[in-house]
């Protein structure tokens, strides 16, 4: 562009003798020291060898003045022509984006008010169920009696998802139940409880009753094999919904007949959360791992307090050494003739299953056995007779209880008795030594198994 300028001026300037000047003038440009470009034209005079008194200066520097105003003014046309024009598309580039982000910020908050409003909606209708059914409820008052003074002293309807039927509903239910036999209501009144050894035979699964929310897929339902105190029996039914972040519900039920009807005559606050499925009952105390710790927790049904609290040396849990089906089972608790005892895995054991008995009081580790027998790859186990047995599948419907576990020798040994999964989700299995009978949870139905203990041949 100077080139062009530079010409420009050439022309103008050597109008008046054009074919002298053009072979002497010459063109300069150079920067000073400010950085700003400098041309210098140099015009030899046709007709002077020297500057009489310097009188063509002032108009050489008003044209070398012009020039420099030109060439400013050219540059700032350029630098306008092109800034102005990558300007322009930075902006529309610019704001394109902040457009569409924007948009997209709205819909998000659109969506995020869509859904709180239906949350909103949902809670609201919750909440008027809730009060309809409590207005109800202290509407009619529950004329329930109980023969225990636990019971009287409790004497409100409980949460259970099923205790939503009027009164009417449960007075004829309760004359359904005094007709009953006896020999129904205690399960072990035909079975010869002499004798312990080892198990033959397990029978086919009975329902007793199905869980009706999802909180009841998976849990843990007992019955005390050895009740103490004047407030429960080895009638009294316990269930624990273990499906949850803060497991604490403790429903108790008069009987399997009310059990089986979902009317529990109480509910107890756990103090503690419970973890997955390895709770167990013994001598009028609930025996629990605290959720995410390897603290057992014994909770005396009686005084409902928390009575002994203490660590299980090493044990793997939540999720170290479950069971096959995963839930966190990494700590069971169960009990049999010979006592109370804990089955989990250890690092050390390197996920063999490890049994000890405790001290039911204490909670103190009386004596641990190492077995073969690998935790994560068996569904569930259960001890009887002071032996330790697991079964192998949760889902298949047609499994076994594949080993066995002999306290009192250290040895273990393949078996295979037949045991059913009939809802294919076996999450707890219990053994239960007063009933002689298997207490299972498989995929909300609560069930029991006859055991035939014997001299395997
Ligand atoms: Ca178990």
């Not at 920067?31 to 015009?43: A, I, R």
């Not at 239910?173 to 129904?184: F, G, L, R």
């Not at 009317?263 to 107890?268: I, S």
């Not at 298997?438 to 029991?448: E, G, K, P, S, V």
Request: glycine residues 8%.
């Amino acid at each position: 562009m100077w080139l062009q300028v530079s010409l420009l001026c050439l022309f103008y300037l050597s109008v008046p003798s054009q074919s002298q000047a053009q072979q002497r003038a010459s063109l300069y440009r150079s920067n000073d020291p400010t950085g700003q470009c400098h041309y210098t034209f140099t015009v030899a005079s046709p007709d002077e060898t020297s500057c009489p008194g310097g009188s063509a200066k002032p108009e050489i520097d008003g044209v070398l003045s012009r020039l420099t105003l030109l060439e400013a003014l050219v540059s700032r046309l350029i630098a306008g022509v092109d800034g102005g024009a990558a300007s322009e598309a930075g902006n529309e580039e610019g704001l394109r984006e902040a457009y569409s982000q924007v948009t997209g910020e709205k819909n998000q908050l659109q969506q995020d008010k869509e859904r709180l409003n239906r949350q909103v909606r949902e809670l609201q209708k919750r909440l008027e169920e809730l009060s309809r059914e409590a207005e109800d409820l202290r509407s009619k008052p529950c004329l329930q009696t109980h023969t225990s003074e636990g019971a009287q002293r409790e004497n409100r309807p409980a949460s259970d998802p099923a205790y939503d039927s009027g009164n009417g509903a449960y007075q004829e239910m309760k004359a359904e139940v005094t007709e009953v036999p006896a020999s129904h209501l205690i399960p072990d009144g035909n079975h010869n409880l002499t004798g312990c050894g080892e198990v033959l035979s397990v029978g086919d699964p009975v329902l007793h009753r199905k869980a009706d929310s999802i909180t009841g897929k998976y849990g843990v339902w007992l019955q005390d094999p050895e009740p103490q105190g004047p407030y429960y029996s080895n009638k009294t039914v316990w269930r624990i919904d273990a499906v949850g972040k803060d497991v604490r519900q403790l429903f108790a039920y008069e009987d399997m007949e009310q059990f089986s009807r979902g009317f529990p005559m109480k509910v107890l606050v756990l103090p503690e959360p419970v973890e997955s499925t390895g709770a167990t009952l013994y001598q009028g105390s609930l025996y629990y791992q605290r959720r995410r710790s390897r603290t057992l927790i014994r909770y005396d049904l009686a005084s409902e307090t928390l009575a002994t609290r203490a660590e299980l040396p090493h044990a793997g849990f939540h999720g170290q050494h479950p069971y096959s089906w995963g839930g966190y089972t990494d700590i069971d608790l169960a009990a049999d003739e010979q006592g109370l005892w804990a089955i989990y895995s250890t690092s050390k054991a390197k996920g063999a299953i490890v049994i000890s008995q405790l001290d039911p009081k204490s909670l103190e580790v009386k004596k641990s056995w190492e077995t073969n027998i690998r935790k994560n790859t068996v569904a569930n186990a259960f001890v009887a007779c002071g032996r330790l047995y697991t079964v192998s599948s949760y889902t298949a419907p047609n499994t076994t209880i594949n080993y066995m576990f002999d306290t009192a020798t250290g040895e273990s040994k393949a078996i295979s008795v037949p045991f059913k999964n009939k809802y294919r989700y076996n999450s707890m299995v219990d053994y239960n030594h007063a009933q002689r009978k298997l207490y299972a949870w498989d995929n909300f139905h609560m069930i029991t198994y006859d055991v035939r203990l014997g001299r395997a041949s």
